[in-house]
C-alpha cells in the first residue's frame, strides 16, 4: 500500500498578509499542511495540485515549497496560475532542497504521472502534443503498473457551467490515448475548488478542494461556498483498488460570499 497526498490551488501571495476573497491564502495552507501533515506524517509522495501562487511570484513559488512539512517526493502538476519559469527556476530548486521532486514516481505496485495543462495567457487548460506524447512512452513501457494521472484541468464537466467552459480543452485527446492503456486507474485534478468523484470509462476520476477559498457547486457563474478548505488522501492499494476522502479543517471562510468580482 502506498499513500498519496494531493494539496491544491494554494493560491499564496509573497505577502503573507495577502487576501483572497478575504481569506489569507498563507494561513489556509499553513493550517491544511498542519492537519495532513498530523494526520500523515509519512505519506509516500505529495502532489501540489497547480494554481499554487496566486501573483506568480519566484518567492512565492519558493514558499510554496518551503512550508511542505515532509520529506516525501513532490511532484506538481501546473495549471492556469503558472509561471514556467519560475517553476523551473524556484519552485523545483526548492522542493529539490527540502525533499525530493519527480514527473514521474514509481511506487511498489502503483506509478503516479503529472502533466502541464499550463495553456498561456488561458484559464481552460490544454495538453500540447509533447506531453500527450510523454504520456504515452510512459504507459507504454509500464504497462504492469497501476497508474494515477494527476493534471490540474478537470478532463469532465463537474456541472457548473462556468467551471465546464474553462475545464481541458483537449479531453478527448486524453481520454482516446488513455483507453488503450487499462492500467490507468485514477484521473487526478484541482481547478474546481470543490471535493468530485465519479466513473467514467472504468477509470476514477477524482477533483480536490482547494487549501483557500472553495467554489460553488452546480452553479451558473462563478459562486463561493461556505465549506472549509480541505485537501484529499489516496491509498494506492494492491490489484489497482483505491480509498480515497477529503479532509477539511476549520474557518477560512470568505466574508463575503457575494463577492463574484474576478480575481
Same mark, same amino acid.
Given at each position: 500500500?502506498?499513500?498519496?497526498?494531493?494539496?491544491?490551488? %494554494?493560491?499564496?501571495?509573497?505577502?503573507?498578509?495577502?487576501?483572497?476573497?478575504?481569506?489569507?491564502?498563507?494561513?489556509?495552507?499553513?493550517?491544511?499542511?498542519?492537519?495532513?501533515?498530523?494526520?500523515?506524517?509519512?505519506?509516500?509522495?505529495?502532489?501540489?495540485?497547480?494554481?499554487?501562487?496566486?501573483?506568480?511570484?519566484?518567492?512565492?513559488?519558493?514558499?510554496?515549497?518551503?512550508?511542505?512539512?515532509?520529506?516525501?517526493?513532490?511532484?506538481?502538476?501546473?495549471?492556469?496560475?503558472?509561471?514556467?519559469?519560475?517553476?523551473?527556476?524556484?519552485?523545483?530548486?526548492?522542493?529539490?532542497?527540502?525533499?525530493?521532486?519527480?514527473?514521474?514516481?514509481?511506487?511498489?505496485?502503483?506509478?503516479?504521472?503529472t502533466l502541464?495543462?499550463?495553456?498561456?495567457?488561458?484559464?481552460?487548460?490544454?495538453?500540447?502534443?509533447?506531453?500527450?506524447?510523454?504520456?504515452?512512452?510512459?504507459?507504454?513501457?509500464?504497462?504492469?503498473?497501476?497508474?494515477?494521472?494527476?493534471?490540474?484541468?478537470?478532463?469532465?464537466?463537474?456541472?457548473?457551467?462556468?467551471?465546464?467552459?474553462?475545464?481541458?480543452?483537449?479531453?478527448?485527446?486524453?481520454?482516446?490515448?488513455?483507453?488503450?492503456f487499462p492500467?490507468?486507474?485514477?484521473?487526478?485534478?484541482?481547478?474546481?475548488?470543490?471535493?468530485?468523484?465519479?466513473?467514467?470509462?472504468?477509470?476514477?476520476?477524482?477533483?480536490?478542494? %482547494?487549501?483557500?477559498?472553495q467554489f460553488?457547486?452546480?452553479?451558473?457563474?462563478?459562486?463561493?461556498?461556505?465549506?472549509?478548505?480541505?485537501?484529499?488522501?489516496?491509498?494506492?492499494?494492491?490489484?489497482?483498488?483505491?480509498?480515497?476522502?477529503?479532509?477539511?479543517?476549520?474557518?477560512?471562510?470568505?466574508?463575503?460570499?457575494?463577492?463574484?468580482?474576478?480575481?
Open positions: 500500500m502506498s499513500l498519496l497526498l494531493h494539496i491544491s490551488d %494554494s493560491h499564496l501571495y509573497e505577502d503573507p498578509a495577502g487576501e483572497l476573497k478575504g481569506v489569507r491564502p498563507r494561513d489556509s495552507y499553513e493550517t491544511v499542511l498542519k492537519a495532513a501533515h498530523t494526520r500523515f506524517p509519512e505519506p509516500d509522495v505529495v502532489v501540489l495540485g497547480g494554481d499554487m501562487a496566486q501573483d506568480e511570484a519566484a518567492p512565492t513559488y519558493r514558499k510554496v515549497a518551503e512550508m511542505l512539512p515532509w520529506c516525501a517526493p513532490v511532484m506538481i502538476s501546473p495549471g492556469n496560475h503558472a509561471h514556467l519559469p519560475s517553476l523551473q527556476g524556484a519552485l523545483i530548486p526548492a522542493l529539490k532542497a527540502c525533499a525530493s521532486y519527480s514527473d514521474h514516481l514509481q511506487l511498489e505496485h502503483w506509478q503516479v504521472i502541464n495543462t499550463h495553456r498561456e495567457d488561458t484559464i481552460s487548460g490544454y495538453l500540447s502534443a509533447s506531453e500527450l506524447g510523454r504520456l504515452k512512452q510512459l504507459l507504454e513501457a509500464s504497462s504492469e503498473k497501476h497508474t494515477v494521472i494527476a493534471l490540474h484541468h478537470p478532463p469532465l464537466d463537474v456541472g457548473s457551467r462556468w467551471l465546464d467552459a474553462i475545464g481541458l480543452e483537449n479531453r478527448g485527446e486524453l481520454w482516446r490515448l488513455i483507453a488503450g492500467q490507468v486507474k485514477v484521473l487526478l485534478s484541482g481547478h474546481i475548488h470543490q471535493a468530485f468523484d465519479t466513473f467514467h470509462n472504468g477509470v476514477r476520476v477524482l477533483g480536490t478542494p %482547494s487549501t483557500c477559498i460553488k457547486r452546480r452553479s451558473d457563474n462563478f459562486g463561493m461556498d461556505d465549506i472549509s478548505p480541505g485537501y484529499r488522501w489516496i491509498r494506492l492499494l494492491e490489484g489497482g483498488r483505491i480509498q480515497t476522502a477529503v479532509e477539511r479543517i476549520k474557518g477560512f471562510i470568505p466574508p463575503d460570499l457575494n463577492n463574484i468580482t474576478p480575481y
